[in-house]
């Protein structure tokens, strides 16, 4: 049975589609951008605020599901500047201290809202 997660801990979802899924232990976020899950607005004008945020509100969606950034499996970062792929790591690398998954990065044209970064994840659910 697939479970839907829903949060305020993370912005609503601006479409057609839930905050994140559970099915068999395994949680799949959809793609999170810097927005603030109070106001709805965009978090910061350069890639590591904006990332930062992202980062929180993915910590919000595995939290509300029963999990955490260490068990996080499978990670995918979009950016729309590979210039920024530095500052983007600094950030992210600070949420997986021990635990490191499995990513990929790609640059993209241009993202929802026009932000700098998303990123989505595949996690399971602590015992």
Do not use: W
């Not at 950034?69 to 600070?94: G, L």
């Amino acid at each position: 049975m697939i479970s839907r997660i829903e949060t305020d801990k993370a912005p609503a979802a601006i479409g057609p589609y839930s905050q994140a899924t559970v099915f068999e232990g395994l949680i799949f976020t959809s793609g999170q951008i810097p927005l603030s899950p109070v106001t709805g607005e965009i978090v910061g004008d350069d890639i590591s605020t904006q990332t930062q945020q992202v980062m929180k509100n993915i910590g919000g969606l595995l939290d509300a599901a029963g999990s955490d950034f260490s068990h996080v499996m499978k990670t995918t970062c979009f950016i729309t500047d590979m210039a920024d792929f530095s500052a983007m790591n600094e950030i992210y690398a600070s949420y997986f201290t021990s635990d490191k998954p499995a990513r990929s990065c790609v640059a993209v044209k241009q993202l929802p809202r026009n932000v700098l970064v998303e990123i989505e994840t595949i996690a399971v659910k602590k015992n």
